[in-house]
């Protein structure tokens, strides 16, 4: 017994590594250009560009946060600090969608583990979560609700992730080139690689142990009685319901979701359910938990249902204009790479190779520069540990 309990867990965490072998290019490929784009992006320029809920201040949040890559805690933290110097909280609730569910990234990695239609699906499915999730702030959030949540807000409760939201490290002198070529640019790209890596790798961690134990432990028969596979119409109206529900018990945020997505996909789930699935990274309990801090109560309940709504909302829509395009994939011609992934000598190998030298390169040059004094401050507010700019 106790040798298939050993067996069943090598296998588990045979799996686990295979993913990340199969991931681990992209992981450093995507925060090593969200490092460049957030060096030339400053986060004192964010406040100003969203002072309403208007379609351009809606575009411009979705823009930035795209740009801002962030795992969840870091992004909800950064929205609480834009909120608080005066941003509207619609325009900061979508700058916070933005920067953890249409990131490069995130992008890459749906690609390799279940396919380029995920992909797509996720960014044209995000802005469609924030102009619903839009609507229905501007029917249902009252002024009164708000200004509750700015009083609770300005007292700067802890969460998690306060220092990483308030550093800024962009430049904005000179050209795009001179300010990436030059030495604080060179600093700052770095600085916020390793940032980026060490506020998302538990996460990132925990997906792939949890993709690879339940890959591994859990039988096809459950996910099928669960997603109601065989039941065409049933799966795809129960799929958007379900998934948000999965991935706020999984724990997991931000791209720590891609390996769960790839399982519930092998498992059954409906391909509007993948996607509301991955949306939810932002309701997860610990996040309920950190609003519950920044906002109160009643806005944590407000946010929940709105953005259960609009997560499930948005996988719907997906389904049907997927389906209409027919460009949803079935799961007999697209199998997510988990029960396959390995490391053998390919092209994926050369790869991480490749990309291996290039994360060294970046923490050399981190840890050369102040980086260890960063790491300290990334969960403690800007007050207390002084700065709100490193260089």
Request: glycine content about 10%; overall charge positive; aromatic content about 10%.
């Amino acid at each position: 017994m106790l040798a298939s309990i050993g067996g069943d867990l090598l296998d588990a965490l045979g799996l686990s590594f295979g993913m990340f072998w199969e991931i681990l290019w992209a992981l450093i490929l995507g925060f090593a250009l969200s490092g460049a784009v957030e060096a030339l992006v400053s986060k004192r320029t964010m406040t100003r560009l969203l002072p309403d809920d208007s379609l351009r201040s809606l575009g411009l949040a979705t823009a930035l946060g795209a740009a801002s890559s962030s795992c969840s805690y870091a992004a909800v933290a950064l929205a609480r600090s834009l909120f608080r110097k005066g941003a509207n909280f619609t325009a900061s609730i979508a700058f916070e969608i933005a920067s953890t569910n249409l990131v490069i990234e995130l992008g890459v990695i749906l690609a390799l583990l279940i396919g380029w239609q995920f992909t797509l699906a996720e960014f044209i499915g995000g802005p469609i979560m924030i102009a619903i999730l839009a609507m229905l702030f501007r029917a249902f959030l009252t002024p009164k609700l708000v200004e509750a949540a700015r009083r609770q807000a300005v007292k700067g409760l802890r969460g998690i992730m306060e220092g990483h939201a308030e550093m800024d490290m962009s430049l904005t002198e000179g050209s795009l080139w001179s300010r990436l070529a030059s030495r604080d640019g060179r600093t700052a790209v770095s600085h916020y690689f390793v940032m980026n890596w060490a506020s998302v790798w538990r996460d990132i961690a925990l997906g792939l142990l949890i993709a690879g134990a339940l890959a591994a432990w859990v039988p096809h028969s459950f996910w099928q009685g669960l997603f109601f596979e065989g039941h065409p119409l049933l799966e795809k109206l129960w799929g958007p319901l379900i998934g948000p529900l999965v991935s706020m018990l999984s724990f997991v945020c931000s791209i720590g979701n891609v390996p769960l997505a790839a399982v519930l996909w092998n498992g059954g789930i409906s391909f509007g359910g993948v996607i509301a699935f991955i949306f939810a990274d932002l309701i997860v309990l610990p996040v309920l938990n950190i609003y519950r801090k920044y906002y109160g109560w009643r806005m944590t309940a407000f946010l929940f249902a709105t953005s259960y709504a609009a997560m499930a909302a948005g996988g719907y829509l997906i389904e049907v204009l997927f389906g209409v395009l027919g460009l949803t994939p079935s799961h007999s011609a697209v199998r997510a790479k988990v029960v396959e992934a390995s490391v053998t000598w390919n092209y994926t190998t050369v790869l991480n190779v490749i990309f291996l030298v290039l994360a060294a390169v970046l923490v050399v040059r981190f840890l050369r520069t102040g980086g260890r004094a960063m790491l300290r401050a990334m969960n403690q507010p800007a007050s207390e540990h002084g700065h709100h700019d490193h260089h």
